[in-house]
């Protein structure tokens, strides 16, 4: 038998092929939500293939069959799989999938009700499709990347989570579930055509929704969320960072009376953009004054919108993240629990980690057996 799970996607099965990036992350939200993930595992690992073992997070509460999909038998196991489960994952380049008999048209003849996920940064289709790329090649593209970082640098990312995990896996998790969803009631499968280049676009509109009404602009430095000196990020005396997010007006006096400006005219003009670079210049000298442990005590649980800027063993420890639960260490390994939350079918813990292939009899034997 399986093991118990609990969770929302309990009673879930979703078939994962063995990849990198978006589509591992995906498999795991789901298994982190109560789904039985099973995972294609090559037999061993490939010259190109990182290797994680037991750091790699993103399998963990999945199972794993070891797999040779260059042979028939095992082509024909996967698709004895595929047969009994309610969702398959793909994340490779467009057409392997169909080369390796494995394709949409092949698995949808075997089980009509699948919903198939392809994960992909450009699509499956379009003049870029075939190329090689990175999470920061796609939100580069989809417009995704123009705002992140400070006037006059280079745009920057945090790495991986706008376009392979917002972009990505988000979307093809939201995709198969609304996906399932129609084919529980109409018996019809389909596949689910998630591309890094579209949900990061997506993710767009409400920065497109400000850029319509004159809130952002083209020219970096200039807009809402990126140029004034209430939202920024600012250096203090001990080298370490803090953020100030006080956009509405009623939280900058505020953040104004903390700081002892509440009385300087030029700050009262705060929200006028010709006066952000000299303003923004005020606020760094005056942060570099204190160091964040002394900011986090005159600030931090106002309504002054701040927080320090934490490394992530640092965030694992903070009094909120800790009362929250948000973070685990299981096996040395850091690592944040299952999200979100719910008030009745509460997800257990994070499951473990396995090994290439340990669960290949009971995989079978759990959704293949007569």
């Known amino acids: 038998m399986a093991q118990e799970r609990t969770g929302p996607l309990k009673g879930l099965r979703i078939l994962e092929i063995a990849g990198l990036g978006p589509a591992p992350f995906c498999g795991m939200l789901l298994a982190d939500l109560g789904a039985d993930v099973v995972v294609v595992d090559r037999l061993a690992a490939g010259d190109e293939d990182l290797d994680l073992g037991k750091h790699a997070v993103c399998n963990r509460g999945k199972r794993s069959i070891a797999v040779d999909l260059k042979s028939q ?13 309610d969702a398959l994952i793909e994340g490779m380049r467009p057409g392997v999938m169909e080369r390796l008999g494995l394709g949409p048209g092949v698995c949808l003849a075997r089980n009509p009700k699948l919903i198939y996920g392809r994960m992909t ?5 379009g003049p870029m499709a075939q190329a090689a790329g990175h999470d920061l090649n796609y939100i580069a593209l989809s417009g995704a990347l123009w705002w992140s ?14 376009g392979d995990i917002g972009g990505g896996s988000m979307y093809l998790a939201v995709g198969l579930l609304a996906g399932i969803m129609n084919a529980r009631a109409t018996g019809q499968g389909q596949v689910v055509d998630a591309a890094i280049v579209d949900g990061s676009a997506h993710m767009l509109n409400l920065m497109l ?23 920024r990020t600012y250096r203090c005396a001990d080298g370490k960072f803090i953020s100030v997010g006080s956009v509405e007006p009623r939280f900058y006096k505020l953040l104004l009376d903390k700081l002892g400006l509440a009385g300087d005219p030029a700050y009262a003009k705060g929200h006028d953009p010709q006066l952000w670079p000299n303003l923004h210049e005020g606020f760094a000298e005056l942060f570099a004054t204190r160091t964040r442990e002394q900011w ?5 649980g106002t309504d002054a919108c701040f ?3 934490l490394d992530l063993d640092e965030a694992a ?18 690592q944040a629990n299952p999200a979100p939350r719910f008030s009745v079918t509460q997800p257990a813990a994070p499951g473990a980690i396995p090994a290439r292939g340990q669960d290949s009899e009971a995989v079978l034997r759990d959704w293949c057996a007569r």
């Open 296 to 300: 986090c005590a005159l600030l931090e």
């Open 317 to 334: 420890q903070h009094p909120h993240m800790a009362a929250r639960g948000v973070y685990s260490r299981i096996d040395g390994v850091l």
């Open 73 to 85: 038998a095992g082509i024909d196991t996967v698709l004895g799989l595929v047969e009994n489960c």
């Open 209 to 231: 929704g400000l850029k319509s009404a004159g809130q952002m602009h083209n020219e970096r430095g200039t807009s809402l969320l990126d140029g004034p000196h209430w939202y």
């Open 121 to 125: 940064g450009w699509g499956q289709a």
């Open 149 to 162: 970082g400070q006037p006059g640098q280079a745009p920057m990312a945090p790495p991986s989570l706008v």
């Open 307 to 309: 927080a320090p800027v």
